[in-house]
């Protein structure tokens, strides 16, 4: 006896088909969102009154670990560097200038604030979001040149932000040798080649 199957069987077995297909295209990138990620979306070279500055602006996630340890109390300390570096066939690249800031994020429960802190600086936020944002934007950070350099010279410039693992208590950096990438949060390294722009100097105003 010949068995007829409902075409809206096949309907349905095709919408299960197509959902089934749409969340495993989005779940890397929920994936990667649960994770943590740091991402560069921009920086800029520019001239100083006192030789280079850069400006650059992040995407900052923290995963539900980081989240959980830094409501504990955990201060979580975060590395911006950058790196200026003079090619050389002959011999191994010479870095001309360097850039290094650590910046410690913070949550106090008593007065449910966070706190971003650079040295003696520091600044407080109603939210992670908000901490985070400020974390994210790096605005007129001098760049500390160890020689001279030239603007008809092209240079390699490395940027990275990472959080400092060597700053967490002894524990949590137990825990990070074993492998858990919970606590690798880094953008990695962005490279690119540039030229110099011109040196700022001062005016010679008469009286």
Known sequence: MPCFIKPDFFMRLLWAAVTTLLIMALLPAATAYAEGSIQITSVKLETAE??????????IA?????????EKGIVLYFVTELNLMNSRWYWLDERVGHSRVREGL???????????????LSQNFATLKEALQALS?????????????????????????????????????????????EWDLS??????????PPQKHADNHRP
């Open 137 to 181: 934007r790096v605005r007129n950070r001098p760049i500390s040149v160890s020689s001279e350099l030239k603007q008809d010279t092209e240079y390699t410039v490395e940027l990275r932000m990472r959080l400092d693992i060597s700053a967490l208590p002894k524990p949590f950096q137990v825990e990070t040798l074993g492998g858990s990438k």
């Open 62 to 70: 923290l995963n539900h670990k980081l989240e959980y340890v830094l």
């Open 106 to 120: 913070s949550y106090f429960a008593l007065t449910r604030q966070y706190r971003l802190s650079r040295g003696t």
């Open 187 to 196: 953008s990695g390294i962005l490279r690119w080649s540039t030229i110099l």
């Open 50 to 59: 006192e030789g280079y500055q850069f400006d650059a602006d992040f995407e």
